[in-house]
């Protein structure tokens, strides 16, 4: 680095009387700037409802160039932050959600959560779900499961329907708004049992919120059930929602809600001792 360009980034003596010192007062670090929000712009065209999105429909919705975001999106597959998806898609990276993961009441709470869902996994053999709320639509956490199980369709850091999932369910019974969370998915049809009206979601919702159990009875996929259960806080906030996945002629469901049960007590409890010695 040569003198100048130290005495160009250098803040300003202000006992001289200088101005403060911004960003824009760099010409290297106002281009990083402008660099990383567009990034950020691009990263944000994600949603549950745009999981894979093309070069065109990137630029669209950052408003960039189509060569400007091929050679951001270029560098953010470099980095993990996308990934490729097909020929021509791109989707958000699974480092991405690792990074995420870093927060600290995510941490907090897969931390709190581990033990638990691979105990429930052990008892009943069955795929085990961690799943939240997030401001892009109910978010898988955590998942436990054998190699070539069931649901082996869903990873950590993938987002899931609302309407027609167990873990989607608890999530909307005990969300502020269940309305606008069933709005911004959608009722999309996915099987010949997949529940599309909202006053039948209703009652089935009223149902989950007075028993704290939800189910999915091949209403994802075809051949494959859930059973699903609140976790709730100190406070009788819920937290996030956990969920057993198998074969319907495999699932049991009076010893999955046991389970479940008896893993969201214990979640709850960690989570809150968590808090006491975590900083949130």
Same mark, same amino acid.
């Given at each position: 680095?040569?003198? +100048?360009?130290?005495?160009? !980034? ?12 911004? /960003? =824009? ?15 950020? =712009? ?8 745009? %999981?894979?999105? +093309? ?9 960039? %160039?189509?060569? *400007? ?17 097909? *020929? ?22 897969? +931390? $709190?959560?581990? %033990?638990?869902?691979?105990? /429930?996994?052990?008892? *009943? ?8 709320? +997030?401001?892009?639509? %109910? ?14 369709? *869903?990873? #950590? ?14 999530? $909307? ?9 069933? $709005? ?9 049992? !997949?529940? !599309? ?32 259960? #609140? ?14 996945? $198998? ?11 046991? =389970? ?16 006491? !010695?975590? #900083?949130?």
């Amino acid at each position: 680095m040569t003198a +100048s360009s130290v005495a160009r !980034t250098r803040p300003p003596d202000r006992s001289a009387g200088q101005t403060r010192w911004s /960003v =824009a007062d760099d010409p290297e670090l106002g281009s990083a700037r402008s660099v990383l929000i567009r990034a950020s =712009a691009l990263l944000q065209a994600f949603s549950p409802e745009r %999981p894979v999105l +093309s070069l065109g429909d990137l630029a669209a919705c950052a408003n960039l %160039p189509k060569s *400007t975001t091929h050679r951001i999106a270029a560098t953010l597959v470099g980095c993990g932050l996308l990934q490729r998806y097909g *020929t021509f898609g791109y989707c958000v990276g699974s480092w991405l959600h690792d990074v995420g993961m870093l927060a600290p009441a995510r941490y907090r709470l897969t +931390s $709190a959560a581990a %033990p638990f869902l691979h105990e /429930v996994h052990e008892r *009943t053999r069955a795929t085990v779900h961690l799943g939240v709320c +997030s401001p892009a639509g %109910p978010l898988y956490l955590d998942k436990v499961s054998r190699y070539g199980g069931p649901a082996s369709f *869903t990873r #950590p850091g993938s987002h899931f329907p609302v309407h027609s999932t167990a873990l989607g369910k608890v999530l $909307a019974a005990f969300a502020d708004d269940d309305g606008e969370l069933l $709005a911004r998915s959608g009722c999309p049809r996915f099987t010949q049992r !997949t529940v !599309t009206s909202r006053r039948e979601l209703a009652r089935e919702l009223d149902s989950v919120r007075e028993n704290h159990v939800s189910y999915d009875r091949e209403e994802t996929v075809p051949g494959i059930s859930c059973v699903g259960m #609140p976790v709730f806080d100190h406070s009788g906030e819920c937290l996030a929602a956990i969920s057993v996945c $198998a074969p319907t002629v495999q699932l049991d469901e009076r010893r999955s809600v046991a =389970a479940l049960r008896r893993a969201a007590q214990n979640i709850g409890r960690a989570y809150g001792d968590a808090s006491l !010695t975590r #900083p949130v």
